[in-house]
T-cell receptor, first 114, second 113 residues
Framework: DQQVKQNSPSLSVQEGRISILNCDYT??????FLWYKKYPAEGPTFLISISSIKDKNEDGRFTVFLNKSAKHLSLHIVPSQPGDSAVYFCAATVWIQGAQKLVFGQGTRLTINP | EAQVTQNPRYLITVTGKKLTVTCSQN?????MSWYRQDPGLGLRQIYY???????DKGDVPEGYKVSRKEKRNFPLILESPSPNQTSLYFC????????????FGPGTRLLVL
């Protein structure tokens, strides 16, 4: 039962254009959403997050949008740069029996073409 | 440099031969966790620890053990590895009492024959 889903395994975008990565979730109890970026042979690194009480959070070229009614999350990267080529994981936190759990999506491989 | 380290980075072993993957963090974090990454499944939590001597099961704990005798170390033990434990493993730590602001190690790629 995949509670956080990234339905696009891969995405290819031209340098300078906008990259939009999408994520859907099923659990309405998720209280925080995060995006992680992962390069080959490295661990994931935190990129940006958003609380469930907000609908937008921006950090430089990265903006995360949250649509709670649709249970949908998206990450916008503008403008896209070659260094943005990586696997992006969407994740969400939920409290279960007094402990906070982090649930990941399957990941989307983003390739930025020069 | 603040970091999470894992050893070994790559390991090939045979079914049933006990192994330990070490994890150490130098940030004085209380929360530590182990994940495995498999194609099409993302990262799934194996075990986590909210403090010394406090550990709990994640989503896929079967076939794994952990211990937290010291704050900085959180080893992952496979008592009798099987081929379905072939995976990419990540250790992570967090300054908070939860996984929201985790720092990940570089990963350990394990192949069980």
């Amino acid at each position: 039962d995949q509670q956080v889903k990234q339905n696009s395994p891969s995405l290819s975008v031209q340098e300078g254009r906008i990259s939009i990565l999408n994520c859907d979730y099923t659990n309405s109890m998720f209280d925080y959403f995060l995006w992680y970026k992962k390069y080959p042979a490295e661990g994931p690194t935190f990129l940006i997050s958003i609380s469930s009480i907000k609908d937008k959070n921006e950090d430089g070229r990265f903006t995360v949008f949250l649509n709670k009614s649709a249970k949908h999350l998206s990450l916008h990267i503008v403008p896209s740069q070659p260094g943005d080529s990586a696997v992006y994981f969407c994740a969400a936190t939920v409290w279960i029996q007094g402990a906070q759990k982090l649930v990941f999506g399957q990941g989307t491989r983003l390739t930025i073409n020069p | 440099e603040a970091q999470v380290t894992q050893n070994p980075r790559y390991l090939i072993t045979v079914t049933g031969k006990k192994l330990t993957v070490t994890c150490s963090q130098n940030m004085n974090h209380e929360y530590m966790s182990w994940y495995r990454q498999d194609p099409g499944l993302g990262l799934r939590q194996i075990y986590y620890s909210m403090n010394v001597e406090v550990t709990d099961k994640g989503d896929v704990p079967e076939g794994y053990k952990v211990s937290r005798k010291e704050k900085r170390n959180f080893p992952l033990i496979l008592e009798s590895p099987s081929p379905n434990q072939t995976s990419l493993y990540f250790c992570a730590s967090s300054p908070a009492q939860g996984p929201k602001t985790q720092y990940f190690g570089p990963g350990t790629r394990l192949l069980v024959l």
